[in-house]
């Protein structure tokens, strides 16, 4: 998905000192609080320069009729809107780029844009599902394009809930790209990760990092993301600030995570320090059995980061999630009721 530079996001955010900016210190009871208030802060000022950029950029095409950068302002005009989730206005944008441009260098990126605008649309899937087999299609010579394609259309088919739609959408996969180096390996993981979504998830219990037992089922009723990682796994530290910044957005409203360390026994200390200096506040269980874990193998675990997404109900709703993605799928989550609680 589309990512513009955090510098571009602050260019319209009005200057304040930082005493002027800053909340009333005396006002939170813990950092934890001070820093939820921080962050809600950036991502309400983030939000209203975005705002005003798409307003903006529509007020100078609206008077620059045509304008010799026209391409450039509509590109950025689909991408403003993307990080603003105002999936009209990206499609709208992205389909007169396309329309404008026949030979644009941005094309293949505005045509996923579009594509992908309509699949968050309730009411446009088929036509989602179309515009993204086009995509495969039109560019059936760029197997990068062909995959982007149909992987996003598979990824959007599991958030629908047509499993096998996915399904037939790997099988599309594999033929389109039969022989590529690579391929067979990534649609056995995409497939067998369909496998758990709707069922029950497998038990976990074991010693957490303070020495008492931490159990999977004590967090019944939440969202609750498993996530299997390690101190030394590249990829996790790099998912982690987004879990941190998913975990403080959600926390308060019913979101937890269960953390399932695969570091090795000799490096607890590390590990606890990791976490403690990460201000990664959720259960951890450590076994130290790293690879061994039995809970490795119930999860059929082969690469971490690991993460299975538990909705309200404790079933498994998403494998995998990370990024944006992981954010919307928690808030869409979280909507759902709270189950009642069990009479006596």
Known sequence: MPLLPIASFLAFVPFQSPKEGAPAADKYASFEELRRAFDEQFEQMTRQAN??????????????????????????????????????????????????????????????????????????????????????????????????????????????????????????????????????????????????????????????????????????????????????????????PNVLATYRKHHERGFEILGVSLDPKEAEKKLRDFVKTQGMTWPQVHDGKAWQSEHVARYKVTGIPATFLLDRQGKVARVGLRGEALDRAVAKLLQAPAPAAPKD
């Open 51 to 240: 705002e005003l950029r798409l307003y903006a950029i529509a007020s100078y095409l609206k008077a620059k009729t045509p304008a010799a950068d026209r391409d450039q302002a509509l590109a950025a005009a689909a991408q403003i809107a993307y990080h603003l989730e105002k999936w009209t206005d990206v499609r709208a944008y992205a389909e007169q780029y396309l329309a404008d441009f026949p030979e644009g260098r941005r094309r293949p990126e505005m045509g996923m844009l579009a594509a992908q605008a309509l699949a968050f649309l309730p009411d446009k899937r088929a036509e989602a599902k179309g515009a993204f087999e086009r995509i495969a299609e039109e560019r059936k010579e760029d197997p990068q394009s062909v995959f982007g394609a149909l992987n996003s259309l598979a990824e959007f088919q599991v958030e629908w809930g047509d499993l096998d739609g996915a399904r037939a959408t790997y099988d599309r996969i594999g033929l389109a790209l039969e022989g590529q180096q690579g391929i067979a390996e990534f649609l056995a993981r995409a497939k067998g990760s369909l496998e758990p979504i709707g069922k029950d998830p497998e038990p976990i219990e074991g010693p957490g990092l303070d020495g008492k037992p931490v159990r999977l089922a004590d967090l019944k009723g939440k969202v609750v993301l498993i996530d299997f990682w390690a101190t030394w796994c590249g990829p996790c530290v790099q998912e982690l």
